[in-house]
């Protein structure tokens, strides 16, 4: 057995490690016994929340059905993304002299401070009164003869963009 340098309680452990080895006589076993002895002086591993919500945040989605979001939005931003969206689903747009609102064949699309305000004009729309009503919507107007369509989006997330896409669908795939 070879000398052993340190307290008394690691000199023994040593031995009864040694003991326990030479009893297995498995190289599967040693393995487990020979990295069992160096797990305390391993350093621990430890995840914060914000650690965990960045690895799980598309499966955290679910929680902006329950509130959090504000009536107020970055309108620039929001509308920069609603003009990228509308080109990449070859929605035809006319940006006004201001470049501030943009105007396309069934509705119109105006930056503010706030958000982005939105509307529609057509025959049956294919929304209801609970769609205006989601997380990142606001101030939300549907006719009751679903013809035309009014609400301010304060967010560009997952449901503003369900959103536009239901309705450019239904505008562009007439059949």
Not at 2 to 31: D, E, W, Y
Request: charge should be positive.
């Amino acid at each position: 057995m070879p000398a052993v340098h340190g307290s008394p309680r690691l000199f023994s452990t040593l031995s009864m490690l040694q003991v326990c080895i030479h009893k297995a006589g498995t190289s599967k076993n040693i393995h487990r016994l020979t990295n069992l002895s160096t797990m305390p002086n391993s350093p621990r591993k430890s995840r914060d929340l914000d650690h965990l919500m960045e690895q799980n945040s598309t499966e955290l989605d679910f929680l902006s059905a329950y509130g959090g979001s504000s009536s107020e939005g970055d309108g620039e931003a929001i509308f920069a993304a609603l003009q990228r969206f509308l080109k990449a689903g070859g929605v035809q747009m006319k940006l006004n002299r201001k470049k501030d609102s943009v105007a396309f064949s069934f509705g119109k699309a105006k930056c503010e401070p706030n958000g982005c305000v939105i509307s529609f004009e057509g025959a049956n729309l294919p929304l209801v009164a609970s769609d205006l009503l989601q997380s990142g919507f606001a101030r939300g107007v549907l006719d009751d003869n679903r013809m035309k369509c009014s609400v301010v989006m304060t967010e560009w997330g997952t449901e503003q963009r369900r959103f536009i896409e239901r309705l450019v669908e239904y505008f562009t795939h007439v059949e």
